[in-house]
């Protein structure tokens, strides 16, 4: 595959793959050991999906948000929920202008291509709500008239765990428009002697440049689009999110919304393992991930501390893998080897 840039420059697959590393590398001059998350956060990127990070305050969520908005050369707005946070700082709102006698829209913080929702379980749930269109129609609608948001756009949420004080819960329809959930963890000791030596005089933001744009993070994400999905691989997506909704320890299964994240994420976490096809542990890799928190568990389940990703593990074990008879990997697109 070959993308055109500007009618100029042509973009192979291959230096797609290599931004994607790229941009691995530059966020991890900033956020130490924690890969994983990293990789997921450009996967979601990737896949056009939401980001919930959800973990204690000053383990790097706010950090790792920045670091990938300049590496990826997107245009980046933080809000900062708190109580007195308005509907209308996030999607705009209409102003009079008594010079032109009429009124203008003034851009909420919803016009960029990366929005991070600090904290957002500290705002009221009317607030939350502001996002919802946000985050499904790429859109928001403000005294009647609909505008458009920037292209590639995604929310990255952090959030203090429930419980914390002055913290909202999330409602379930606002949780389930997340494509995952990640948490950052506590650094090693060896990663916290990196990172305060790192930031004692200076922040290693300054380092991280600008390795993507627009036009390429879109078409990365457009090849991420065209990854090869088995038929096989479909019924077993479905297999696996289907079973969330009659198992014993869960009230409240995963939608079909959730199926369809699950495929988009496992082309896009193919991507970012330079195939042009999807497999099976690419499935199970992201399945905890992006299924766990769209999950209720039954009132008997939370007696027992019963853990969600526990009970995806369990529905992994549980569900085969489709293989044909031969046990042979059958993924590769029509008429393509296996890399």
Partial sequence: MEIKENGKNEITEEMLYDISDSLIAEVEKVVVGKRDVVMMLITALLAS???LIEDVPGVGKTTLAASLARAAGLSYKRAQFTPDVMASDITGFNIYNQQAGQF???????????????????ASPKTQSALLEAMEERRVTVDGKTYQLP?????????NPTGFVGTY????????RFAVKLRMGYPSM??????????????????????ADIEKIVAMRDAADKVYLAPALYKY????VSATRKHAKLSLGASPRAS???????????????????????????????ISHRLILSQEAKIARVDTNAV???????????????????????????K
């Fill in 260 to 290: 369809l994240m699950l495929m988009k994420m496992a082309q896009a976490y193919a991507f970012m393992h330079r195939r042009d096809y999807v497999l099976p542990e690419d499935i199970a890799s992201i399945y905890r991930t992006v």
């Fill in 190 to 211: 060896e990663e916290e002697m990196k990172i305060i030596r790192e930031r004692r005089d200076a922040s290693p933001i300054d380092t991280v440049n600008a390795v």
């Fill in 312 to 338: 995806l593990t369990e529905i992994l074990h549980d569900t085969a893998v489709p293989y044909d008879s031969g046990e042979k990997q059958i993924f590769s697109p029509p008429g393509g080897d296996e």
């Fill in 49 to 51: 999906g939401h980001a």
């Fill in 169 to 176: 819960p999330l409602p379930e329809a606002q949780l389930d």
């Fill in 237 to 240: 997506i479905v297999l696996l």
């Fill in 151 to 159: 292209d590639p756009f995604i929310v990255i949420a952090t959030e």
């Fill in 104 to 122: 203008e829209f003034r851009e909420g913080l919803v016009m960029c291509n990366i929005l991070l929702a600090d904290e957002i379980n500290r």
